[in-house]
């Protein structure tokens, strides 16, 4: 197999991952609160990650960090997992899967928001136009299609699936300031970031045993949402001739999404959120065309 067929291969085993965990989470979310989920699932990926790293040899060089290289995986664990997933598992707990779903992959042009303080970016008019474009189906999906009225439904959970996202953006937007090996990055942001949900679930909750029910969707979620699938995109990225051969496959993700939505949770899809995420995944990919435009007129 030629190294762009297993990038192909490698993205769509991805999407396939990632397309399942909005219905994980709704699963684990019936047996236990959002925040024994989170404690399962980052501790899970965090074996997973061990394990990987063990099986690279590079552990080793977990010692060989610096006193800035700590703060900045206490800083980024903050963010993610602790901060990010509190907010997203809630937003899943508060509404239907198939409105927290596409609302929290509005972080695609959050990002480009974020970006013009953090990365000293200018916004030109066509990223105006994609931000306006994405937000639109923000509102499509958060009202059920009644756009005008602006009643929207469970304003608590909509407000944190779109600030999840806000989060979301800040990590990525942080994170790719920081030039270690990836996969060291990602172990010892969920070592800060569990000890971060270990304190919060003592202050807050109880540590308990959930139903095993509950337990198995926990761990399904930390090995294909935070874990294992996180390296398969990396392959793929690795493997592929330029990036922009797989990364749009991620946007097949949201819509294969909801099929298993409805025919795992039994969700009746409703045209709002089908047509609210056409909006927020055409804002998206108008900022990319305009991104690789801009970037072939300056080279």
């Known amino acids: 197999m030629q190294n762009q067929s297993k990038a192909y291969y490698f993205a769509l085993l991805s999407v396939l991952c990632w397309s399942t965990v909005a219905t994980a989470f709704k699963i684990a979310l019936k047996y236990q609160d959002f925040l024994h989920l989170l404690f399962i699932s980052s501790f ?14 590079k552990l080793n060089l977990i010692v060989r960090q610096s006193g800035k290289d700590i703060i900045n995986s206490l800083l980024l664990g903050f963010l993610n ?22 609302l929290n992959y509005t ?29 639109s189906g923000v509102i499509v999906i958060s009202t059920k299609g009644d756009f005008f009225s602006l009643k929207f ?70 090995l294909f949402e935070m874990g294992i699938t996180f390296i398969f995109w990396l392959k793929a990225m690795k493997l592929s001739e330029t990036t922009s051969q797989v990364s749009n496959i991620i946007y097949v993700s949201p819509f294969l999404s909801l099929i298993f939505i409805n025919f795992f949770l039994g969700e009746k899809i409703l045209l709002s959120s089908l047509i609210g995420l056409v909006f927020i995944i055409g804002g998206i ?15």
């Open 153 to 222: 439904t469970e304003p608590l959970g909509v407000a944190l699936a779109v600030g999840s996202s806000i989060i979301w953006s800040l990590y990525w937007l942080y994170n790719i300031k920081d030039n270690r090996d990836e996969i060291i990055k990602l172990f010892l942001n969920f070592l800060c970031g569990l000890i971060f949900i270990v304190i919060y679930l003592l202050m807050f909750s109880e540590l308990k045993f959930p139903p095993i029910k509950g337990v198995i969707a926990s761990i399904y979620v930390g």
């Open 107 to 135: 972080w695609g042009i959050v990002v480009v928001l974020l970006s013009i303080p953090i990365l000293k970016q200018r916004i030109k008019i066509m990223n105006i136009i994609a931000i306006l474009v994405s937000f």
């Open 44 to 57: 899970t990926s965090l074996i997973t990650l061990f394990l990987i790293l063990t099986y690279q040899g």
């Open 285 to 299: 990919i108008i900022q990319q065309i305009f991104s690789l435009k801009q970037s072939k007129l300056n080279i």
């Open 81 to 102: 997992p602790f901060l990010y997933y509190i907010v997203l598992f809630k937003a899943y707990s508060l509404l239907p899967a198939q409105m927290a779903q596409p």
